[in-house]
């Protein structure tokens, strides 16, 4: 399906600093809860199922692109407030979506 410019236009992507990461145990399929700063953005919550290639110690302190504008979702026991982007690759291994250098939290991707 092709989307138009102003479609694409809509998606809200920054990036932003992983702060808090830890196993999310009440969730269905194996997957990380964390908090991630997003500068003037704010503090948002979200769960990302990116286990098979990270472990929470080593996410605090990176930085990710994230979606910002989807509603809140509610996954088990806490709402999602953005969506973590990454490569999928088979067996369900994500590689995480990073800039190349340190950027300003909440800097837009475009």
């Known amino acids: 399906m092709k989307i138009d410019w102003k479609d694409f236009e ?35 919550k979200t769960s990302a ?5 990270y472990n929470p110690e080593e996410l ?3 930085q990710i692109v994230a979606v910002m504008n989807f509603p809140p979702k509610q996954i088990a026991n806490i709402m999602s407030e953005c969506l973590v982007l990454g490569g999928v690759e088979g067996e369900g291994k994500v590689i ?13 991707v475009g």
């Open 10 to 44: 809509k998606i809200e992507m920054r990036i932003g600093t992983i702060l808090t990461a830890e196993n999310f145990e009440e969730a269905r399929n194996p997957a990380y809860k964390m908090t991630i700063d997003f500068g003037e953005f704010g503090i948002r």
């Open 49 to 53: 199922q990116i286990t098979k290639l």
């Open 60 to 62: 605090i302190g990176k």
């Open 96 to 108: 995480l979506l990073q800039p190349e250098q340190g950027v300003k939290n909440g800097t837009k």
